[in-house]
Protein backbone atom coordinates (compact mmCIF):
# COMPACT_ATOMS: atom_id res chain seq x y z
CA UNK A 1 0.00 0.00 0.00
CA UNK A 2 0.89 3.50 -1.04
CA UNK A 3 1.53 6.61 1.53
CA UNK A 4 -1.89 8.19 -0.70
CA UNK A 5 -3.57 5.13 0.97
CA UNK A 6 -4.30 3.19 -2.53
CA UNK A 7 -5.39 -0.65 -2.36
CA UNK A 8 -3.94 -3.36 -4.44
CA UNK A 9 -6.30 -4.27 -7.60
CA UNK A 10 -7.06 -7.25 -6.36
CA UNK A 11 -8.94 -6.44 -3.42
CA UNK A 12 -10.88 -3.45 -4.75
CA UNK A 13 -13.94 -6.25 -5.35
CA UNK A 14 -14.35 -6.32 -1.47
CA UNK A 15 -17.68 -4.31 -1.14
CA UNK A 16 -19.53 -4.90 2.02
CA UNK A 17 -21.74 -2.04 1.59
CA UNK A 18 -23.83 -3.64 -1.19
CA UNK A 19 -24.77 -7.07 1.35
CA UNK A 20 -26.13 -4.78 4.00
CA UNK A 21 -29.65 -4.96 4.20
CA UNK A 22 -31.26 -1.85 6.35
CA UNK A 23 -34.77 -4.19 7.18
CA UNK A 24 -31.97 -6.91 8.47
CA UNK A 25 -30.23 -4.35 10.48
CA UNK A 26 -33.55 -2.30 12.49
CA UNK A 27 -34.47 -6.04 13.53
CA UNK A 28 -30.92 -7.51 15.00
CA UNK A 29 -30.86 -4.24 16.39
CA UNK A 30 -34.17 -5.12 17.89
CA UNK A 31 -33.03 -8.96 18.42
CA UNK A 32 -29.65 -7.35 20.37
CA UNK A 33 -31.37 -4.91 22.93
CA UNK A 34 -33.99 -7.75 23.98
CA UNK A 35 -30.89 -10.18 24.62
CA UNK A 36 -29.37 -7.56 26.13
CA UNK A 37 -32.01 -6.67 28.76
CA UNK A 38 -32.16 -10.06 29.48
CA UNK A 39 -28.84 -10.79 31.03
CA UNK A 40 -27.15 -7.25 31.24
CA UNK A 41 -28.12 -4.77 34.54
CA UNK A 42 -27.60 -1.58 31.68
CA UNK A 43 -26.08 0.26 29.15
CA UNK A 44 -25.06 3.19 29.95
CA UNK A 45 -22.71 6.53 28.68
CA UNK A 46 -20.72 8.90 31.20
CA UNK A 47 -22.01 12.02 30.60
CA UNK A 48 -18.74 13.65 29.61
CA UNK A 49 -18.71 10.95 27.05
CA UNK A 50 -20.94 11.79 24.61
CA UNK A 51 -20.40 11.99 20.70
CA UNK A 52 -19.16 15.42 20.01
CA UNK A 53 -19.36 15.30 16.18
CA UNK A 54 -21.51 17.56 14.02
CA UNK A 55 -25.14 17.01 12.48
CA UNK A 56 -25.35 15.42 9.25
CA UNK A 57 -28.01 17.22 7.59
CA UNK A 58 -30.14 19.92 8.97
CA UNK A 59 -32.52 18.32 11.24
CA UNK A 60 -36.35 18.90 11.23
CA UNK A 61 -36.44 18.48 14.94
CA UNK A 62 -33.11 18.04 16.93
CA UNK A 63 -32.31 15.19 17.94
CA UNK A 64 -31.34 14.02 21.41
CA UNK A 65 -27.87 12.87 20.66
CA UNK A 66 -25.78 14.42 17.55
CA UNK A 67 -24.78 12.34 14.27
CA UNK A 68 -21.97 12.86 12.32
CA UNK A 69 -21.33 15.18 9.51
CA UNK A 70 -19.05 12.70 7.22
CA UNK A 71 -17.52 9.14 7.88
CA UNK A 72 -17.13 7.93 11.29
CA UNK A 73 -14.12 5.61 12.32
CA UNK A 74 -15.06 4.46 15.78
CA UNK A 75 -12.13 2.68 17.44
CA UNK A 76 -12.54 1.08 20.62
CA UNK A 77 -10.77 -1.26 23.31
CA UNK A 78 -11.85 -4.94 23.20
CA UNK A 79 -12.60 -6.12 27.01
CA UNK A 80 -15.42 -8.50 25.94
CA UNK A 81 -17.69 -10.75 23.46
CA UNK A 82 -20.55 -7.97 24.50
CA UNK A 83 -18.32 -5.46 22.71
CA UNK A 84 -19.85 -6.28 19.04
CA UNK A 85 -23.29 -6.47 20.92
CA UNK A 86 -22.40 -2.71 22.16
CA UNK A 87 -21.37 -1.78 18.77
CA UNK A 88 -25.07 -2.45 17.30
CA UNK A 89 -26.32 -0.83 20.61
CA UNK A 90 -24.57 2.29 19.87
CA UNK A 91 -24.61 2.79 16.36
CA UNK A 92 -28.64 2.13 16.30
CA UNK A 93 -29.09 4.72 18.96
CA UNK A 94 -26.65 7.29 19.36
CA UNK A 95 -25.70 7.20 14.95
CA UNK A 96 -29.38 6.62 13.40
CA UNK A 97 -28.32 8.34 10.02
CA UNK A 98 -25.21 6.72 9.30
CA UNK A 99 -25.16 2.83 8.25
CA UNK A 100 -22.67 0.49 10.72
CA UNK A 101 -20.32 -1.77 9.25
CA UNK A 102 -17.75 -3.77 11.20
CA UNK A 103 -14.88 -6.44 10.76
CA UNK A 104 -15.33 -10.20 12.04
CA UNK A 105 -13.20 -12.93 11.73
CA UNK A 106 -13.79 -14.64 8.48
CA UNK A 107 -13.99 -18.03 9.40
CA UNK A 108 -16.43 -17.10 12.19
CA UNK A 109 -18.23 -15.20 9.71
CA UNK A 110 -18.50 -18.66 7.01
CA UNK A 111 -20.55 -19.85 10.13
CA UNK A 112 -22.86 -17.25 10.56
CA UNK A 113 -23.28 -15.84 7.05
CA UNK A 114 -26.35 -13.61 7.93
CA UNK A 115 -24.05 -11.29 9.53
CA UNK A 116 -23.25 -9.73 6.04
CA UNK A 117 -26.54 -8.70 5.66
CA UNK A 118 -26.27 -6.35 8.81
CA UNK A 119 -22.88 -4.62 7.89
CA UNK A 120 -20.32 -7.52 9.02
CA UNK A 121 -17.24 -8.24 6.62
CA UNK A 122 -14.65 -10.89 7.21
CA UNK A 123 -11.37 -10.53 7.80
CA UNK A 124 -8.17 -12.98 8.50
CA UNK A 125 -6.12 -11.91 11.46
CA UNK A 126 -2.57 -11.95 10.89
CA UNK A 127 -2.42 -13.03 7.45
CA UNK A 128 -1.14 -10.26 4.99
CA UNK A 129 -4.65 -10.59 2.81
CA UNK A 130 -6.43 -9.79 5.65
CA UNK A 131 -5.12 -6.68 6.06
CA UNK A 132 -5.67 -5.75 2.31
CA UNK A 133 -9.34 -6.85 2.48
CA UNK A 134 -9.62 -4.81 5.89
CA UNK A 135 -8.45 -1.85 3.90
CA UNK A 136 -10.52 -2.31 0.58
CA UNK A 137 -13.35 -2.98 2.52
CA UNK A 138 -12.56 0.10 4.89
CA UNK A 139 -12.42 1.94 1.41
CA UNK A 140 -15.56 1.12 0.15
CA UNK A 141 -17.43 2.01 3.61
CA UNK A 142 -15.43 4.89 4.02
CA UNK A 143 -16.49 6.57 0.71
CA UNK A 144 -19.62 8.03 1.55
CA UNK A 145 -20.92 10.17 4.52
CA UNK A 146 -23.38 8.78 5.99
CA UNK A 147 -21.45 5.52 7.06
CA UNK A 148 -19.44 4.29 10.04
CA UNK A 149 -16.78 2.13 10.77
CA UNK A 150 -16.86 0.37 14.39
CA UNK A 151 -13.29 -1.64 14.76
CA UNK A 152 -11.93 -3.70 18.27
CA UNK A 153 -8.65 -1.79 17.70
CA UNK A 154 -6.51 -4.10 20.16
CA UNK A 155 -7.83 -6.75 17.47
CA UNK A 156 -7.35 -9.18 20.63
CA UNK A 157 -9.51 -9.37 24.04
CA UNK A 158 -7.83 -7.55 26.54
CA UNK A 159 -8.24 -6.35 29.83
CA UNK A 160 -9.05 -2.77 30.35
CA UNK A 161 -5.59 -2.00 32.58
CA UNK A 162 -3.32 -3.23 29.95
CA UNK A 163 -1.12 -0.94 29.30
CA UNK A 164 0.49 0.08 26.08
CA UNK A 165 -3.11 -0.85 24.50
CA UNK A 166 -0.93 -2.40 21.66
CA UNK A 167 -3.44 -1.12 18.79
CA UNK A 168 -3.09 -3.03 15.64
CA UNK A 169 -1.53 -1.06 12.94
CA UNK A 170 -3.97 -1.49 10.34
CA UNK A 171 -6.44 1.54 12.21
CA UNK A 172 -3.26 4.06 11.34
CA UNK A 173 -3.88 3.24 7.67
CA UNK A 174 -7.27 4.25 7.36
CA UNK A 175 -6.38 8.28 7.48
CA UNK A 176 -5.01 7.72 4.17
CA UNK A 177 -8.23 6.42 2.54
CA UNK A 178 -10.47 8.07 4.39
CA UNK A 179 -8.86 11.52 5.41
CA UNK A 180 -12.48 13.44 5.28
CA UNK A 181 -13.37 10.88 8.19
CA UNK A 182 -13.26 11.50 11.77
CA UNK A 183 -12.09 9.00 14.01
CA UNK A 184 -13.50 8.73 17.44
CA UNK A 185 -12.10 6.94 20.13
CA UNK A 186 -14.79 4.83 22.27
CA UNK A 187 -13.59 3.26 26.24
CA UNK A 188 -15.23 0.57 27.01
CA UNK A 189 -15.63 -1.16 30.58
CA UNK A 190 -18.14 -3.91 32.40
CA UNK A 191 -18.43 -4.19 36.28
CA UNK A 192 -20.90 -5.30 38.57
CA UNK A 193 -22.52 -3.01 41.14
CA UNK A 194 -25.34 -3.80 43.23
CA UNK A 195 -27.55 -5.79 40.23
CA UNK A 196 -27.36 -9.13 39.36
CA UNK A 197 -26.36 -8.56 35.89
CA UNK A 198 -23.41 -6.11 34.79
CA UNK A 199 -22.89 -2.61 33.64
CA UNK A 200 -21.81 -2.11 29.99
CA UNK A 201 -20.17 1.14 30.47
CA UNK A 202 -18.99 3.69 27.23
CA UNK A 203 -17.44 6.95 26.46
CA UNK A 204 -16.46 8.49 23.95
CA UNK A 205 -12.99 11.02 23.37
CA UNK A 206 -12.51 14.21 21.42
CA UNK A 207 -13.02 13.42 17.73
CA UNK A 208 -9.83 13.34 15.66
CA UNK A 209 -9.86 14.46 11.95
CA UNK A 210 -8.54 12.34 9.59
CA UNK A 211 -6.85 15.50 7.72
CA UNK A 212 -4.74 15.92 10.81
CA UNK A 213 -3.39 11.90 11.18
CA UNK A 214 -3.01 11.52 7.64
CA UNK A 215 -0.40 14.70 7.67
CA UNK A 216 1.85 12.68 10.22
CA UNK A 217 3.83 9.48 9.25
CA UNK A 218 1.78 5.90 10.43
CA UNK A 219 3.85 5.14 13.27
CA UNK A 220 3.36 9.00 14.60
CA UNK A 221 -0.84 8.50 14.12
CA UNK A 222 -0.68 4.97 15.56
CA UNK A 223 0.70 6.29 19.14
CA UNK A 224 -1.62 9.53 18.73
CA UNK A 225 -4.52 7.49 18.08
CA UNK A 226 -3.47 5.02 21.33
CA UNK A 227 -3.11 8.15 23.26
CA UNK A 228 -6.33 9.59 22.80
CA UNK A 229 -8.28 5.75 23.41
CA UNK A 230 -6.01 5.46 26.50
CA UNK A 231 -6.48 8.66 27.90
CA UNK A 232 -10.64 7.90 27.59
CA UNK A 233 -10.47 5.15 28.83
CA UNK A 234 -8.63 6.10 31.58
CA UNK A 235 -10.96 9.27 32.60
CA UNK A 236 -14.21 6.58 32.13
CA UNK A 237 -12.38 4.27 34.71
CA UNK A 238 -12.60 7.43 37.15
CA UNK A 239 -15.69 7.06 36.93
CA UNK A 240 -16.22 3.25 36.97
CA UNK A 241 -15.00 2.87 40.51
CA UNK A 242 -17.55 5.57 41.66
CA UNK A 243 -20.26 3.01 41.12
CA UNK A 244 -22.22 6.54 40.62
CA UNK A 245 -24.96 5.60 38.26
CA UNK A 246 -25.20 9.54 37.98
CA UNK A 247 -22.48 10.43 36.49
CA UNK A 248 -23.60 8.46 33.22
CA UNK A 249 -26.80 8.04 31.42
CA UNK A 250 -28.82 4.97 30.78
CA UNK A 251 -29.05 4.34 27.12
CA UNK A 252 -30.25 0.79 27.92
CA UNK A 253 -31.92 -0.57 31.49
CA UNK A 254 -32.09 -4.37 31.82
CA UNK A 255 -33.99 -6.33 34.06
CA UNK A 256 -32.86 -5.79 38.09
CA UNK A 257 -33.66 -7.90 40.38
CA UNK A 258 -32.42 -11.48 41.01
CA UNK A 259 -35.46 -13.16 40.00
CA UNK A 260 -36.61 -16.80 40.63
CA UNK A 261 -37.48 -17.55 44.24
CA UNK A 262 -35.74 -14.83 45.96
CA UNK A 263 -37.59 -12.21 44.12
CA UNK A 264 -40.68 -14.10 45.12
CA UNK A 265 -39.70 -14.03 48.76
CA UNK A 266 -39.02 -10.28 48.32
CA UNK A 267 -42.00 -9.47 46.27
CA UNK A 268 -44.60 -10.82 49.05
CA UNK A 269 -42.50 -9.59 51.91
CA UNK A 270 -43.70 -5.94 50.14
CA UNK A 271 -47.08 -6.72 49.59
CA UNK A 272 -47.73 -8.22 53.61
CA UNK A 273 -45.81 -5.03 54.64
CA UNK A 274 -47.72 -2.30 52.83
CA UNK A 275 -44.86 -1.45 50.49
CA UNK A 276 -44.09 -0.99 47.25
CA UNK A 277 -41.82 -3.77 45.74
CA UNK A 278 -38.71 -2.49 44.21
CA UNK A 279 -36.79 -4.85 42.48
CA UNK A 280 -33.25 -3.55 42.55
CA UNK A 281 -31.10 -3.27 45.12
CA UNK A 282 -30.07 0.10 44.99
CA UNK A 283 -31.71 3.36 43.88
CA UNK A 284 -30.92 3.90 40.26
CA UNK A 285 -31.04 7.89 39.24
CA UNK A 286 -29.45 7.12 35.96
CA UNK A 287 -32.61 5.44 34.63
CA UNK A 288 -34.07 6.81 31.60
CA UNK A 289 -37.23 9.08 32.34
Not at 82 to 108: I, N
Not at 264 to 276: E, M
Amino acid sequence: MTRTGAIPRHATGVHPTARRSPALVRFFGHWFAHYFVRHMNALRIARWGEPAVPPLVPPLVPPLVPTGAGPLVVYSNHPSWWDAAVYVLLSCRMFPAHAGFGPMDAAMLRKYPFFERIGVFGVEPGAPSGGVRFLAAAQDILAAPDRILWVAAQGRFADVRDRPLGLRPGIAHLPGIAPDALFLPLAIEYGFWTERGAEALVAFGPPIPGTALAALERKARLGKLETALSQTMDRLAVDARTRDPDRFRTILAGRRGVGGVYDVWRRVNAALSGRRFEPGHAPDAGLPP
